[in-house]
């Protein structure tokens, strides 16, 4: 079974600073990747996905993640974060012939104005 | 975008009673429906696949018996903790990909809080 590894428990900086959130994934054939995002007090909401194409994916709200498959990593960027990218964020992988989405523990960000 | 939405959002109940969750996808059809269970500071772990007119794929560890899914029709599928205890306390969530989308986007539900005293 394919498992998600995210680096940083909690992130705390300070607006305009820059976010990188790491994630890497154990499974050895094809995989779609993921980054959600759960605001306080509501539910999932879809980033940006990969499928194919194009390992720089660009997501909503500025937010970026580079698929490097050789290192088996998805890690989500934002050049300048605000005091609203405040959540918790959940990489999450699935391999091209399942169904079934893994999710990575979760980092929180907070962002201090 | 799709909505996915679950109640009620939050129940206390008291140890050995049943609990039932409701998922409904409220502007498209889903076939299939997740269930995933949160603890804190924790990762969504996948309890079960819900399909509608079949039964429902649990995943290795998760008690069927405990955790009873029906997904009545292509818009609903309920989850009902029965003879709950306190370990059950937990937060749900539910998500479905709509009909025909390969799986490519699941759209969640905003979760439901389940205290058991």
């Known amino acids: 079974a394919q498992s998600v590894s995210q680096h940083n428990h909690h992130v705390i900086l300070s607006e305009a600073a820059s976010l990188e959130l790491g994630c890497n994934y154990s499974?050895?054939?094809?995989?779609?990747l993921f980054w959600y995002v759960q605001y306080p007090g509501q539910h999932l909401q879809l980033l940006l996905k990969?499928?194919?194409?194009?390992?720089l994916v660009k997501g909503i709200k500025g937010f970026e993640a580079e698929f490097i498959k050789s290192k088996f990593s998805f890690n989500l960027r934002k050049p300048s974060v605000q005091w609203s990218d405040t959540a918790e964020y959940f990489c999450?992988?699935?391999?091209?012939?399942?169904?079934?989405?893994?999710f990575g523990a979760g980092t929180t960000v907070t962002v201090r104005a | 975008g799709a909505v996915v939405s679950q109640h009620p959002s939050r129940v206390i109940c008291k140890s050995g009673t049943s609990v039932k969750i409701e998922c409904r996808s409220l502007d498209f059809q889903a076939t299939t429906m997740f269930w995933y269970r949160q603890f804190p500071k924790k990762s969504l772990m996948l309890m079960a696949t819900?399909?509608?007119?079949?039964?429902?794929?649990?995943e290795q560890g998760v008690e069927k018996d405990k955790f009873l899914i029906n997904h009545a029709s292509l818009t609903l599928s309920t989850l009902t903790v029965t003879s709950a205890h306190p370990e059950d306390s937990s937060f749900y969530i539910c998500s479905a990909p709509p009909q025909g989308s390969s799986y490519n986007e699941q759209f969640f539900g905003p979760g439901t809080r389940l205290t058991v005293l």
């Open positions: 819900s399909n509608e007119g079949s039964k429902a794929t649990y």
């Open positions: 499974y050895g054939g094809t995989v779609n």
């Open positions: 990969y499928f194919s194409g194009d390992p």
């Open positions: 999450a992988v699935r391999p091209s012939n399942d169904y079934k989405l893994s």
